[in-house]
């Protein structure tokens, strides 16, 4: 046996002995949502990205949309949405909190084993924020929960993040973190548009209003909550939209660069922060600020 054919032969048992690998993009069939493409992004880039906080997101050609869920896991919300991402052969990226992912590393594992991508998104979910917190407390709260993510998920917390993937609670970032994540090799992801699935509704009005958004933005990283009994509800409806309206699911890989990168138009404003301003100002709770706030998200 050669040594080419020997090396060969390593990697392939190496990939598949590797625990977690997500297995190959599946397809349901044509009447089935399915995930058209991986995107890779590459942490090293030190990109920030999402319109509603960031001049910049993901290219995405028109009827593209990456699915992101931000709070889990927790029961009985998550394995519902897991289940429904499967129904259609959808891949998602889920933004955990490190606490959760303690509490329950079994759906985190089902996430991984699903071919989802997961990300960080703190380890407390600070309710004053980590904007708001001494940068070493923030800085304390994300590792602790990169540490809680990674050994759910993988077994063990090595101190390098598995996944170069974080979301800032409220999208309450700050200079001084943004720099920091930058340093860990992350990229720190906003949102195009959102469910607005902190506020009470129905499952009918999630849905109606997340549609709505989507055929007026015509693409874009959408924000769920996979803790939220309406987006967990409404999810195989939505699915199903999906498909009837010719909207494409793009599911982001941890990978090489260069990360394809849109840029705002000149008009460009942030849109969470007025509403972080607002919340954070101290003038009552931010389910009175109409889009939600910080603790919402
Ligand atoms: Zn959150």
Partial sequence: MSSNRICFLSILAALVA?????????????????????????????LALGLQSYPRTLALADHEV??????????????????ALKEQC??????????????????????MEEGHSVGY???????RTLRLMSVDAAKADIEAGIAAVDKAAYGDASGKPRTPFFRFPGFADSP???????????????????ASDWRTMTPQAE???????????????????????????????FLRALKAKGFKVVH???GAGPTPVEKAGPDWKSTTEPIIAKTLGGKGPASEHGDGGPEAR
């Fill in 90 to 111: 959808v891949r998602a990226t889920f933004f955990i909190i490190g606490n959760n992912a303690s509490a329950d590393p079994a759906l985190v594992k089902r996430e």
């Fill in 252 to 254: 982001m890989v941890a």
């Fill in 176 to 194: 001084a973190l943004l720099d920091y994540l930058r340093g860990r090799g992350m990229t720190v992801f906003g949102s195009d548009l959102w």
């Fill in 121 to 127: 998104h703190s380890n407390s979910h600070p309710a």
């Fill in 66 to 83: 990456v699915l992101t869920f931000d709070d889990g896991p927790v029961p009985p919300t998550t394995p519902l949405v897991l289940s």
């Fill in 207 to 237: 849905l109606d209003l997340v549609m709505g958004r989507l055929e007026q933005a015509g693409k874009g990283i959408i924000l769920f909550h996979d803790s939220k009994a309406s987006t967990a509800k409404m999810l195989p409806d």
């Fill in 18 to 46: 590797m625990p977690g690998a997500a297995a190959p993009l599946a397809s349901c069939g044509p009447e089935k949502l399915g995930t058209s493409r991986e995107i890779a992004v590459d942490g090293g880039e030190g």
